[in-house]
């Protein structure tokens, strides 16, 4: 396997998907994927909503099924999943997906881990040095009340982690920062 793997990881609106699909820009064979799209592929089936619903309408009460929003079903389906294989459960497949990608893949962006247990399995999986890891911070943008989610703490596992503080949520600083660390990646 030749390809490392960025980790992007912040709250909500912090503007993941956003710098994923700039620095996947950077370079066309480059992937960016997301931990949770097999799970949302699994509750637009077992529901029979339209996939694209999976984000645009999580929330919305006109797609309540069974008393429940697509996020209230989403949490149900994954909180099961960890109750019966583990809290790494996800990492553990991601992990799996990374390892059968295409050794051509220079490199692949994953902006949605927001868990030490995700984090765990794909460190050792793929190992620190092909790991990188960007911690992003906005001003205003906290993690959601109630949830498990936090920063990623990489403590003493290797993994380079660098830290975007954006206080003003301005994206072309961001990418700049991207970009620098993008450009670090495809020397390695």
Do not use: C
Not at 54 to 66: C, H, N, R, S, V
Not at 79 to 93: H, T
Not at 112 to 118: G, I, N, P, V
């Amino acid at each position: 396997m030749s390809f490392h793997v960025l980790i992007m990881n912040g709250p909500p609106l912090v503007g993941k998907d956003t710098l994923a699909l700039y620095a996947q820009s950077l370079n066309p064979q480059s992937r960016h994927v997301k931990l949770s799209s097999r799970l949302k592929l699994s509750v637009a089936t077992l529901f029979d909503y339209p996939i694209e619903l999976m984000e645009t309408g999580k929330d919305d009460p006109q797609y309540i099924k069974y008393g429940k929003t697509i996020r209230d079903h989403q949490i149900a389906l994954s909180e099961s999943i960890k109750s019966v294989y583990g809290n790494d459960i996800y990492g553990r497949l991601l992990a799996d997906r990374l390892l059968s990608m295409p050794m051509q893949t220079p490199y692949v962006i994953v902006s949605d881990l927001r868990l030490h247990e995700e984090f765990l399995p794909i460190v050792q999986a793929l190992g620190a040095k092909r790991i990188t890891l960007l911690r992003l911070h906005q001003e205003g943008r906290e993690w959601e009340a109630g949830t498990s989610f936090r920063y990623i703490e990489p403590g003493d596992s290797g993994v380079r982690t660098f830290d975007i503080d954006n206080p003003k949520g301005n994206r072309e600083y961001a990418k700049v920062f991207v970009r620098g660390v993008v450009e670090r990646i495809e020397q390695i």
